[in-house]
T-cell receptor, first 113, second 113 residues
Framework: EAQVTQNPRYLITVTGKKLTVTCSQN?????MSWYRQDPGLGLRQIYY???????DKGDVPEGYKVSRKEKRNFPLILESPSPNQTSLYFC????????????FGPGTRLTVT | QKEVEQNSGPLSVPEGAIASLNCTYS??????FFWYRQYSGKSPELIMF????GDKEDGRFTAQLNKASQYVSLLIRDSQPSDSATYLC?????????????FGTGTLLAVQP
């Protein structure tokens, strides 16, 4: 089954404790991205990757890191999480950057206390 | 001014009625327009896309685009309770510097049985 998976689905952590949210897709997509979704602000792009070893900042990259060492994986790293990073996070992928259909993962609800 | 604007709703319609969801965008260079549906607690899924002025129909869904007015809409005919969800409008300018999807904050649709 074609899908984007994320882990963990739910995470409660404390300020400053490094964490990684994994994202994996099995569709051989070139383009992957991370979004955060907050009430009243909608979906905002954090980082994106056009292919292996090619990543770039989205609209709200501060406090996040990413890497793309393999085509299927695109982890999101929070080196020192803060409460303002409490949000719902979605990973998405598409065949190419210009592809109109993005496939979203199930989401990760992160709470930083 | 937000790049993509939607009325947050809720838009309440009776079962069987036509639901009309509206979206305006600020970038005149925008070329592609998408409607995603997001059920509560779930990830967005693409339901319609439109590139050219006019109407595009797919089953009970019709997308309408008016580039001169910078306006895109989604009509849902014969609305069903299962259509109750948040509908996200998204816009992309492939020739722009960022070349990414910009999402609106979504309109919550509630279909009353």
């Amino acid at each position: 089954e074609a899908q984007v998976t994320q882990n963990p689905r739910y995470l409660i952590t404390v300020t400053g404790k490094k964490l990684t949210v994994t994202c994996s897709q099995n569709m051989n997509h070139e383009y992957m991205s991370w979004y955060r979704q907050d009430p009243g602000l909608g979906l905002r792009q954090i980082y994106y990757s056009m292919n292996v070893e090619v990543t770039d900042k989205g609209d709200v990259p501060e406090g996040y890191k990413v890497s793309r060492k393999e085509k299927r994986n695109f982890p999101l790293i929070l080196e020192s999480p803060s409460p303002n990073q409490t949000s719902l996070y979605f990973c998405a992928s598409s065949l190419r950057r210009s592809s109109y259909e993005q496939y979203f993962g199930p989401g990760t609800r992160l709470t930083v206390t | 001014q937000k790049e993509v604007e939607q009325n947050s709703g809720p838009l309440s319609v009776p079962e069987g009625a036509i639901a009309s969801l509206n979206c305006t965008y600020s970038d005149r260079g925008s070329q592609s327009f998408f409607w995603y549906r997001q059920y509560s607690g779930k990830s967005p899924e693409l339901i319609m896309f439109i590139y050219s002025n006019g109407d595009k129909e797919d089953g009970r869904f019709t997308a309408q685009l008016n580039k001169a007015s910078q306006y895109v809409s989604l009509l849902i005919r014969d609305s069903q309770p299962s259509d109750s969800a948040t509908y996200l409008c998204a816009v992309v300018n492939y020739g722009g510097a960022t070349n990414k999807l910009i999402f609106g904050t979504g309109t919550l649709l509630a279909v009353q049985p």
